[in-house]
């Protein structure tokens, strides 16, 4: 498959990297709602997922962010696009390569806007190699003069309930083990990062240049558990791994996220943390908080 050749304007059009995966997969669905034309890139358009985004009205486009050809494609006659590389595949070294490829593709496109998917808080040096490699493609952007918005989401409301991140991620064995239950962390609901990115390309001159966090909630682990109890009659399923063994599972670099999150929030304080949640409501109005996300996903289950 290939893609098609776009015959109108491309002010509505978004190519979505990412299209079949958590943050693409929302903006694309979010770009879609908002009557955006969008371009999905995947590497399989047969997959369900791509199937059911072609089924929403989005323009299927076969692409690896490893082939240089194959992304000259995807751009053509696209001024707008939203990058996000996928380190937990492809590796800290396959994200930045892969980064680099698609921006230089954007620059040779003359992309108008890009909206990259970036992680943590924006400062060098996190220890968190999936963050750190992050900055080195914001870098290389600007490096290039792209017209770029970054956001970082924080820990996905997901992680409680989806069974993709059970058990690399063990929010509820593992993680409770580093952050420990009463520690107030950050979160954000997949979706109202899709929403947060459909407004922000709706807003190119408001938000170009812009480095944004985006924050849902702010609820410890144990207010989580009681959200969760309340809504379900029942305890999250739990596995308490031995650090050791999650270790050799998911990597360690699972858990220096989460040791750096602990300092994150000791460092920041819930009430900045708090305010992020208020300037992020302003790019996804109807946004969810813990309880709100847990009433939903158990309705659509």
Same mark, same amino acid.
């Given at each position: 498959?290939?893609?098609?050749?776009?015959?109108?304007?491309?002010?509505?059009?978004?190519?979505?990297?990412?299209?079949?995966?958590?943050?693409?997969?929302?903006?694309?669905?979010?770009?879609?709602?908002?009557?955006?034309?969008?371009?999905?890139?995947?590497?399989?358009?047969?997959?369900?997922?791509?199937?059911?985004?072609?089924?929403?009205?989005?323009?299927?486009?076969?692409?690896?962010?490893?082939? @240089?050809?194959?992304?000259?494609?995807?751009?053509?006659?696209?001024?707008?696009?939203?990058?996000?590389?996928?380190?937990?595949?492809?590796?800290?070294?396959?994200?930045?390569? =892969?980064?680099?490829?698609?921006?230089?593709?954007?620059?040779?496109?003359?992309?108008?806007?890009?909206?990259?998917?970036?992680?943590?808080?924006?400062?060098?040096?996190?220890?968190? @190699?999936?963050?750190?490699?992050?900055?080195?493609?914001?870098?290389?952007?600007?490096?290039?003069?792209? @017209?770029?918005?970054?956001?970082?989401?924080?820990?996905?409301?997901?992680?409680?309930?989806?069974?993709?991140?059970?058990?690399?991620?063990?929010?509820?064995?593992?993680?409770?083990?580093?952050?420990?239950?009463?520690?107030?962390?950050?979160?954000?609901?997949?979706?109202?990062?899709?929403?947060?990115?459909?407004?922000?390309?709706?807003? @190119?001159?408001?938000?170009?240049?812009?480095?944004?966090?985006?924050?849902?909630?702010?609820?410890?682990?144990?207010?989580?558990?009681?959200?969760?109890?309340?809504?379900?009659?029942?305890?999250?399923?739990?596995?308490?791994?031995?650090?050791?063994?999650?270790?050799?599972?998911?990597?360690?670099?699972?858990?220096?996220?989460?040791?750096?999150?602990?300092?994150?929030?000791?460092? =920041?304080?819930?009430?900045?943390?708090? =305010?992020?949640?208020?300037?992020?409501?302003?790019?996804?109005?109807?946004?969810?908080?813990?309880?709100?996300?847990?009433?939903?996903?158990?309705?659509?289950?």
């Amino acid at each position: 498959m290939v893609c098609l050749e776009e015959q109108s304007a491309a002010y509505k059009q978004v190519l979505v990297f990412g299209a079949t995966g958590n943050i693409g997969g929302a903006a694309a669905r979010a770009l879609l709602k908002r009557g955006w034309r969008v371009r999905a890139v995947t590497r399989n358009p047969s997959s369900v997922k791509a199937q059911a985004l072609a089924t929403l009205g989005a323009e299927l486009c076969q692409a690896d962010m490893e082939d @240089p050809a194959s992304l000259e494609a995807a751009f053509g006659g696209i001024k707008r696009a939203f990058s996000v590389q996928n380190w937990t595949t492809s590796g800290v070294a396959g994200e930045i390569r =892969q980064g680099k490829l698609v921006a230089d593709a954007a620059r040779r496109a003359g992309v108008e806007h890009l909206v990259y998917g970036s992680a943590g808080t924006g400062e060098p040096d996190s220890g968190v @190699p999936h963050f750190d490699s992050k900055l080195e493609v914001e870098a290389y952007m600007r490096a290039l003069g792209l @017209p770029t918005t970054v956001i970082r989401p924080g820990p996905f409301m997901e992680l409680m309930a989806d069974k993709q991140f059970f058990p690399p991620a063990g929010i509820w064995g593992t993680g409770t083990r580093i952050m420990g239950w009463d520690t107030p962390s950050p979160w954000i609901a997949v979706d109202d990062i899709g929403v947060a990115i459909a407004n922000i390309f709706a807003a @190119p001159a408001k938000w170009v240049g812009k480095e944004v966090e985006l924050i849902g909630d702010v609820k410890s682990l144990a207010e989580c558990r009681q959200a969760f109890v309340e809504r379900a009659g029942k305890q999250p399923f739990r596995l308490p791994l031995p650090l050791w063994l999650f270790r050799r599972m998911a990597g360690e670099e699972m858990i220096v996220m989460w040791q750096w999150l602990v300092d994150y929030v000791a460092a =920041q304080g819930s009430a900045a943390m708090w =305010q992020t949640v208020e300037t992020t409501r302003e790019l996804s109005p109807g946004l969810l908080d813990v309880e709100s996300w847990l009433d939903r996903t158990r309705t659509a289950a």
